[in-house]
């Protein structure tokens, strides 16, 4: 649980998976059972915040104005911005989006391309500490 937590921060460790497998582990116990609908919705849960945190900085930088040197330097900032954790993981996105965007000649639309990058990165690291948050809430509540 603690991994999946550490996880909704860092973008290399998958957060939700992690929690809803720390929840299998323990569903396996002799002590501790879960219902299969609960187990079957929270791996639904797991999959789509996944998904949606992959998606939701591509969308939002997008929707924000940004062109796909937008997109492409968001992607290069958080990947450079982990060598530089945990604040590179936070502004690298949206520097790479402006500087994306400044290269492609879009000066005008470069701090909005970042913004939206940013946004996206939150949103998602919102939608991962909610989930595995309540995947060690859940943990927490059935072992004490």
Not at 19 to 26: A, S, V
Not at 32 to 45: G, M, P, R, T, V
Not at 63 to 66: D, H, S, Y
């Given at each position: 649980?603690?991994?999946?937590?550490?996880?909704?921060?860092?973008?290399?460790?998958?957060?939700p998976p992690?929690?809803?497998?720390?929840?299998?582990?323990?569903?396996?116990?002799?002590?501790?059972?879960?219902?299969?609908?609960?187990?079957?919705?929270?791996?639904?849960?797991?999959?789509?915040?996944?998904?949606?945190d992959n998606v939701l900085p591509i969308w939002t930088t997008k929707?924000?104005?940004?062109s796909k040197a937008g997109v492409w330097?968001?992607?290069?900032?958080?990947?450079?911005?982990l060598f530089f954790a945990p604040v590179g993981i936070i502004v690298g996105p949206f520097i790479g989006a402006v500087l994306g965007e400044m290269l492609n000649n879009n000066n005008d639309k470069a701090l909005k391309?970042?913004?939206?990058?940013?946004?996206?990165?939150v949103f998602g690291v919102g939608l991962k500490l909610a989930s595995t948050g309540y995947f060690a809430w859940l943990f927490a509540k059935t072992v004490f």
């Open positions: 649980m603690l991994v999946g937590l550490t996880g909704c921060i860092l973008p290399i460790i998958p957060g992690l929690g809803y497998i720390g929840l299998l582990f323990l569903h396996f116990t002799e002590r501790f059972q879960f219902d299969s609908n609960d187990l079957f919705l929270w791996a639904f849960i797991a999959v789509i915040v996944t998904v949606a929707k924000f104005g940004g330097g968001s992607t290069l900032g958080l990947i450079l911005g391309a970042g913004f939206g990058a940013f946004m996206g990165f």
